[in-house]
């Protein structure tokens, strides 16, 4: 019989007139300007350049869309194998659709939001839940509150409605602690599950759903305080590796999702990011180095460690426009990663979308 949780990998160019006009102006505003500043220049210079970097990775997003809406997802063995196995993954459109929200004035962004929102809402489930795997992967699966909790995310951004029913469902889906489990529903009926056991980052994207319907949950909000206070955010979660992951996550919850009791631990948070970051500005591979840009940005943070980030992810863009494929999440039992070149890109276009509007 094979292994379940293996069977987890098998299952042109639009420019935007306002785009132009904006760097336009700006290289006319530093040439009457003259000489200025160093660090100014390099600023505006960066700005500059993300534009046209933002561009580029919309064009490719936009050309790896599947035909339904979705973006493929790579699944590879995270023990050394270099086979990769492409599956239809609900949390890579989700994902693309939130960053994309943040480039609102570009006609290519809306055309891949509007086929990834209508792909989305065509994989629902019985009250408006999602499993991990889309229509595209005939592997049947539980639904999720993770992959619930950032779709719904994503739509709200896009205008749509968080129905109530959803949030009661979500609701019934915790432990005897109030925490969220990952798998929605009776565990009796769970099907092909790797893990029972609680994710934080999966509890931050269940507060950022609350969050937007102005809901708050304490018992969950006292747990991410404990696993912040007391480093374990540093290790990883059960289904993301990356500390950079938790820390994203966080940043949205309390930024976007407007989840203020998470404020206490802000500082803690901004520092660890921080203190993380490599000399060239990265933060190792390039999707980890879009969370960690991100994040600083999402907790108000201006200053040299975030003009490094944002240049290391303009010197990282690929000829195609695109960003390099890297690990989002993985497997709970099964040495497996998952990851997706159109999610990479549109974190790197959140970033820069978002440095180019911070005042």
């Known amino acids: 019989m094979p292994n379940p949780y293996f069977r987890r990998c098998m299952a042109g160019r639009i420019w935007s007139a306002t785009l132009c006009l904006a760097v336009f102006s700006m290289c006319n505003c530093l040439s009457a300007a003259g000489p200025a500043k160093a660090d100014r220049s390099s600023v505006d210079e960066s700005r500059i350049q993300a534009a046209f970097a933002i561009q580029n990775g919309l064009d490719f997003i936009a050309a790896s869309q599947t035909a339904p809406g979705g973006f493929i997802t790579d699944c590879w063995r995270s023990d050394g194998a270099e086979q990769r196995t492409q599956v239809d993954a609900i949390f890579s459109a989700a994902q693309v659709l939130y960053s994309l929200s ?3 004035d570009s006609a290519s962004a809306h055309g891949t939001e509007e086929r990834a929102a209508g792909y989305l809402l065509a994989q629902q489930r019985f009250g408006g839940v999602w499993a991990y795997y889309g229509q595209g992967t005939e592997i049947d699966i539980s639904p999720d509150v993770d992959d619930t909790s950032v779709s ?5 951004r896009a205008g749509a409605t968080i129905s109530p029913v959803v949030l009661e469902i979500l609701r019934g889906s915790r432990n005897e602690r109030g925490l969220f489990n990952t798998w929605i529903g009776d565990p009796a009926k769970w099907i092909n599950i790797d893990s029972r056991d609680i994710d934080t980052v999966v509890n931050l994207n269940a507060l950022l759903v609350f969050g937007l319907m102005h809901e708050k949950i ?3 909000c006292k747990f991410e305080l404990e696993q912040i206070n007391n480093d374990g955010f540093r290790r990883g979660t059960v289904y993301y590796s990356s500390p950079l992951m938790f820390a994203h996550a966080f940043s949205r919850a309390y930024r976007e999702g407007d989840v203020t009791c998470l404020q206490s631990a802000v500082p803690k948070i901004r520092e660890a990011v921080l203190s993380m970051q490599n000399k060239d500005g990265s933060w190792g591979n390039d999707l980890e180095t879009a969370f960690g840009a991100v994040t600083l940005l999402n907790l108000g943070y201006h200053g040299e460690a975030l003009e490094r980030a944002i240049k290391a ?18 497997g709970a039992v099964a040495p497996l990663n998952y990851g997706s070149r159109a999610v990479t890109t549109a974190v790197c276009i959140e970033a820069l979308a978002k440095y180019r509007a911070q005042k």
């Open 102 to 104: 943040f480039v609102p």
């Open 152 to 156: 719904w995310a994503a739509l709200q």
């Open 218 to 220: 304490d018992s969950v």
């Open 313 to 330: 992810i303009l010197a990282r863009q690929s000829s195609d426009g695109g960003w390099a494929l890297a690990p989002a999440y993985r």
